[in-house]
């Protein structure tokens, strides 16, 4: 049985409103009529109602740190949902603006399971359900949005749902293996709690995804969130996931309208397959449609704007719905998803390998902190209207980030670990490491001798990152409990001539 320290590193490889006021079975209108957004009432009328069972006793695969359900108090279940998936099929060219129009193509049976994490206080939450699309690139399912942004999601009251949307994370066939570990799907994992899965192709996994909002908005006999009631519910999904959630919002949100907004995080230049077409981050160029009805925050790390990526090619301009944060010193995947992926490992009482070892020296930077912040202001948006703040984008010269004469990045959202630096924090490995080695970026430290022309005083370093720090919570890019912490951290660092 593989260890579930490699969970969530597995699946990052890849090339404040209040629940209650209207029934989720009446559409919210506002004094004149008019239908509110934000709440359950009006979306997804046509998207098919599937059948849930459960919970399913025992511990689900990629289950929740127990550290982490007993800090923020929450209840975790796996439920069986299953029920006939709809497929689609394009409807003329489809461009790189995104307005991409699809038809029914046909239907298939269907069985897979949904992970729900819900207070378990029912008074703590707050009205949002986030869907993440789990991340199949190595064969199984992995939770990387949950893993980087569950102090935001969780502390503020939110649900949680992950969706075995694709076939990989049940039948397995990952693309990109990890060296030296062999890697289990649902099904070999635990024959006899997956066996009965079925799943009919990637082609089928749009309305699935469909289907697990569904079942959140307008829950049949079985209810995976005990009675709480929705008022909205977000999608998201990270990198191979995130290339899935373009074509859904491109292709397949027009159709489905079921959820109310969408974070699309670290994806590259294209959007994945309408099709049953093999595809990890998309094929040509995609942008996001510029006639939605929700809104779609896209956070990218500095890794995923050129080389395999390549999502440089597929900016645009923010609009009133579309906004996108690029941060500097940030990769693709980092310490901190390895930090989370030791929790999942101590509860199975082991470690699995240690990847920073494999790839040497690896990011240490500021993406967990941003997203959670690009997560919580996403939630604002969608429940009272309030925009994210547009952020600065990453410079480029030619088809490189612009540096600095250290080799920082210059441009994007700016934390003290770039503007207050004790190292290069970059999103560009080493030349001639591995494709899988290549995502989690470098540090590079800085020397005592430039350590202490910059920081004269341990005062100093401590104003430096309290300054960048205040002013990136000013912004809205940092989390005021985050900011703390960095602060904090820095008044423990000994260097030069402090």
Request: some cysteine; glycine content about 14%; charged content about 20%.
């Amino acid at each position: 049985m593989v260890r579930r320290g490699l969970l969530l590193v597995a699946a990052l490889v890849a090339v404040a409103a209040c629940s209650g006021g209207e029934s989720d079975d009446d559409e919210a209108r506002d004094d004149e009529g008019d239908e509110v957004t934000g709440t359950t009432g009006g979306r997804g009328a046509g998207v098919a109602q599937p059948t849930v069972t459960g919970p399913v006793p025992g511990a689900p695969f990629n289950a929740m740190p127990q550290d982490v359900a007993d800090e923020y108090a929450y209840v975790e279940e796996e439920y069986v949902m299953e029920g006939e998936a709809t497929s689609y099929a394009a409807v003329g060219e489809h461009g790189e603006d995104g307005r991409w129009e699809v038809s029914e193509a046909g239907t298939a049976p269907y069985r897979t399971r949904i992970l729900v994490r819900r207070p378990a206080d029912p008074n703590a939450f707050d009205g949002t359900v986030f869907v993440e699309w789990f991340n199949v690139t190595a064969g199984v399912d992995g939770d990387p949005d949950f893993g980087l942004t569950h102090p935001e999601l969780l502390g503020h009251g939110s649900a949680y749902v992950g969706v075995s949307a694709q076939r990989a994370g049940i039948e397995g066939g990952g693309v990109l293996p990890v060296p030296g570990v062999q890697v289990q799907a649902l099904k070999q994992w635990d024959p006899e709690r997956y066996g009965g899965l079925v799943h009919p192709g990637d082609h089928y996994s749009y309305d699935i995804f469909s289907q697990a909002a569904q079942a959140v908005r307008q829950p049949g006999e079985v209810d995976v969130l005990d009675g709480l009631e929705v008022r909205q519910v977000i999608g998201m999904g990270e990198s191979q996931s995130a290339a899935r959630l373009v074509t859904y919002v491109d292709a397949v949100h027009p159709v489905a309208g079921i959820f109310d907004g969408y974070l699309v995080h670290s994806r590259g230049g294209g959007g994945a397959p309408i099709s049953d077409a093999a595809s990890i981050l998309g094929d040509g160029t995609a942008r996001i449609r510029d006639d939605l009805d929700v809104p779609v925050l896209q956070f990218q790390t500095e890794t995923d704007l050129f080389g395999v990526l390549g999502f440089a090619r597929a900016r645009q301009d923010d609009t009133d719905l579309i906004r996108t944060w690029e941060a500097a010193g940030t990769a693709h995947a980092d310490r901190a998803i390895l930090d989370y992926n030791a929790q999942l490992a101590r509860d199975v009482g082991g470690g699995g390998f240690d990847l920073a070892s494999m790839c040497g020296s690896i990011n240490e930077g500021p993406q967990a902190q941003v997203v959670r912040a690009a997560l919580g202001a996403l939630r604002d948006w969608v429940v009272d209207g309030t925009a994210p703040p547009e952020a600065p984008r990453l410079e480029v010269a030619g088809e490189a980030i612009a540096r600095d004469e250290r080799g920082i990045a210059l441009g994007g959202i700016r934390t003290p670990g770039v503007d207050a630096p004790v190292s290069v924090l970059t999103g560009e490995a080493p030349p001639g490491r591995s494709v899988l080695c290549m995502l989690f970026g470098d540090t590079r430290p800085f020397d005592p001798a430039t350590l202490a022309a910059l920081y004269p005083t341990q005062e100093a370093y401590v104003d430096a990152v309290t300054e960048s720090a205040d002013a990136a919570v000013a912004a809205g890019f940092l989390r005021r409990d985050d900011a703390d912490e960095m602060i904090a951290a820095a008044g423990e660092t000994r260097f030069g001539g402090a």
